[in-house]
């Protein structure tokens, strides 16, 4: 009998008592969107400057609601004849508070989105007269008001313009001021520039001072954006959160140590959990769980209460603190035990979704020097250096492997890929099993060229983006077009499911050769049927389709081209299904349909 704790769970007993594991709280992020709306973001082309940063700022809402609600987002407008803030600045307008993304938010953003540059003028208007510096103090205030706390505060600024101040030294030096005290209140700063149809944007006119990159980072900056698709890509990477699991040191022997951060890089995403509401005023409820005493009634506290776990038919007790000395194998962190080859790796060690750790400079000064020096002599050498890992105190030890990689930019310098070392969790004796295959036979050389040929043939290169859920797609869908009062949306596309078409046009004649090789001549005009043994139980009779033994030739495939697929009886057109392989239904024409689309039969 496999033993079971009663009584308690033990997920409080692994978060206590954690000396090198720091976990990371939930926290909120604060996100304001400040647009330029003067009149030099409407120019003359399909799609202007504003609309294309309104555009940006209305898909982020929207993402943020299915990726992250709790965050903060804001709009704010500079550059209006208008004004609407709480400091009376004049040309800035606070199209949005610093509050949760909803319909009612989106709604107001998808009309500013379809507002043409007439209407726009009429209800805002446009003035050359707005300080930068007003503008970033108008955010600084926002933040500085919010209730929640945030774990980071950020401004995207979007502009064409790239000297707002090129004839007024005192506005210039004014809104440098402003950005040098957002960077000490730890308020970031990114300016999401565009470039114009006549010149080019310039950075080092008056944003570089703003933004106050390192010299990586400002070699690092992409070119102006021209398309929507640039500026969301850009946007995307720079509002996607990076927060780690926790903190644990990483031992590599004799009291050398640094700190490293542990990253989720993918995650499985499923539909969000129904909330419980009060029918009185719809609030949220939140649940508690006591305990009480069963001849008294008394509530009990966590140390009175205790596990039990039966053995030999007696019963053994144990407090929490007994369970927690039995399952301590050491202090948190990560120990260096050795080296092998990356080349030693095999596929089948993939136990579990991976994790990635960074250097974290913060809780051990020089982890990134000694880091990236680790990093790279393993990547020239290509070895993965094998450790002990203990996530947290109180949590079994594991086996991982260390894969480095190195940092990937794109073509606009945005990073793709970050450098750092993949934990490959290796897996221990228990976990592997041996297959005992029988009747195995090893197929004919040529065969196996065939196929190589045909999996070459089909290869594409892989991205995990490429291919989203339509489940949860059409879950996410349905919701926004109910909630947002919009038509029914379209039917999501599955890219899960084979193209069989272009897989046909890539590969048909190399599977029709590997097919022949494989199989007999006549294999593939014979369709069998058997009869079935249902012998009821109980004496009874039942009603049974009664099948020949004798073997019934019948080109299906010709049947299909031709139409007449339904002159053959159901227990053929199955058994056809059967024989490829083929899912189908029990209705005659659902058995058509889908032996039509497999032959490619309109």
């Not at 379209?490 to 899960?496: A, K, L, R, V, W």
């Amino acid at each position: 009998m496999d033993p079971t704790w009663e009584e308690l769970d033990d997920r409080d007993e692994n978060n206590e008592g954690t000396s090198n594991f720091e976990a990371i709280p939930f926290m909120r992020e604060g996100l304001i969107f400040l647009i330029d709306a003067s009149e030099d973001m409407f120019d003359d082309s399909e799609e202007t400057s504003f609309h294309c940063s309104v555009k940006c700022a209305y898909t982020t809402l929207k993402n943020k609601i299915i990726s992250s609600e709790k965050d903060l987002v804001s709009v704010i407008l500079f550059g209006t004849d208008k004004s609407k803030n709480s400091l009376d600045f004049k040309h800035i307008y606070v199209f949005q508070e610093l509050e949760q993304p909803g319909a009612e938010k989106i709604i107001q953003m998808k009309n500013l989105l379809n507002c043409t540059a007439e209407t726009f003028k009429e209800e805002y208007g446009h003035s050359k007269d707005c300080s930068i510096a007003e503008a970033l103090w108008t955010c600084s205030t926002l933040f500085s008001a919010c209730q929640q706390k945030l774990s980071t505060r950020r401004i995207l600024l979007f502009t064409n313009c790239d000297s707002p101040h090129a004839d007024n030294p005192t506005l210039e030096k004014q809104a440098k001021t402003k950005a040098k005290d957002l960077f000490e209140l730890g308020i970031e700063v990114n300016v999401m520039h565009m470039r114009k149809e006549d010149r080019r944007f310039d950075i080092n006119k008056f944003y570089k001072d703003i933004m106050y990159l390192s010299d990586e980072e400002y070699n690092k900056l992409p070119d102006p954006a021209e398309k929507f698709d640039e500026l969301l890509t850009r946007i995307r990477t720079k509002n996607h959160k990076k927060h780690s699991l926790g903190h644990v040191n990483f031992y590599l022997g004799d009291d050398v140590k640094m700190a490293v951060s542990i990253f989720n890089l993918v995650r499985s995403v499923n539909k969000p959990y129904s909330i419980k509401l009060s029918k009185v005023n719809n609030a949220e409820l939140k649940t508690m769980t006591k305990h009480y005493r069963g001849d008294t009634a008394e509530i009990l506290l966590p140390s009175d209460l205790k596990k039990r776990q039966e053995y030999a038919g007696k019963a053994i007790y144990m407090d929490v603190d007994e369970l927690r000395q039995m399952k301590y194998f050491g202090e948190s962190g990560l120990t260096l035990l050795g080296f092998k080859p990356i080349a030693c790796l095999k596929v089948h060690h993939h136990l579990r979704p991976t994790q990635f750790i960074y250097p974290d400079e913060h809780r051990i000064t020089g982890s990134i020097r000694l880091f990236y020096a680790l990093l790279q002599q393993c990547h020239k050498k290509q070895y993965a250096p094998i450790c002990k890992f203990i996530c947290r105190n109180n949590d079994t030890p594991k086996l991982v492997a260390l894969i480095p990689q190195e940092e990937e930019l794109d073509d606009h310098g945005i990073q793709e890929v970050p450098h750092g070392f993949h934990v490959v969790f290796l897996p221990f004796m228990e976990d592997m099993r041996k297959l005992n295959l029988k009747n195995k036979q090893k197929p004919k050389e040529q065969l196996v060229d065939k196929a190589k040929e045909i999996i070459k043939k089909l290869q594409f290169r892989f991205h995990p983006e490429s291919f989203e859920n339509p489940v949860l797609q059409q879950h996410w869908r349905n919701i926004e077009a109910l909630a947002l009062d919009e038509d029914a949306p379209d039917e999501i596309i599955d890219y899960t499911m084979p193209d069989y078409k272009t897989m046909e046009q890539r590969a048909g004649k190399l599977m029709e050769e590997f097919k022949s090789l494989a199989f007999s001549d006549n294999y593939e005009n014979i369709v069998t049927g058997k009869k079935r043994n249902l012998g009821a139980a109980g004496g009874g009779t039942s009603k049974r389709s009664k099948l020949d033994d004798t073997k019934v030739t019948v080109d299906v495939q010709k049947e299909a081209q031709e139409g007449r697929l339904d002159r053959l009886t159901v227990n053929v057109l199955k058994e056809f299904c059967k024989s490829r392989g083929i899912k189908c239904g029990s209705r005659k024409a659902e058995i058509i349909g889908v032996i039509n689309k497999y032959f490619h039969v309109d």
